[in-house]
């Protein structure tokens, strides 16, 4: 059988009864405030928020990962253009663009 004897005096229990009484009161105030509305959307807001910073850092740095690959293609690493890569990229657009200016005359008339 466990010891049912109590030492602490009155006083003593009283003290402790209103020390959780005060935790158990902040411990309500605070689950008050996690569940509050305002609180939920506002911790969603902030996730959301933080998920598209991080989605858009990572398409940030693969952009610019593509585009640092692609000027290496058509400049050197000292800095000079690569006459012969970009003089064919040149005329495939000039091309391009002429196709489709025949094609945008040939519909009107």
Do not use: C, W
Not at 11 to 17: M, S
Not at 18 to 33: F, H, P, S, W, Y
Not at 81 to 97: H, M, S, T
């Amino acid at each position: 059988m466990a010891d049912t004897s109590d030492t602490r005096t009155p006083a003593e229990i009283e003290a402790d009864i209103k020390r959780r009484r005060d935790t158990l009161a902040e411990t309500l105030d605070e689950i008050g405030v996690r569940v509050h509305p305002k609180t939920i959307v506002g911790d969603a807001k902030a996730k959301v928020v933080s998920n598209v910073d991080h989605t858009l850092g990572k398409a940030y740095v693969g952009v610019n990962r593509v585009v640092s690959d692609v000027k290496a293609q058509f400049v050197s690493e000292d800095g000079a253009p690569r006459i012969e890569r970009i003089v064919p990229v040149a005329l495939v657009l000039v091309g391009v663009v002429g196709l489709l200016a025949l094609g945008t005359r040939r519909r009107r008339g």
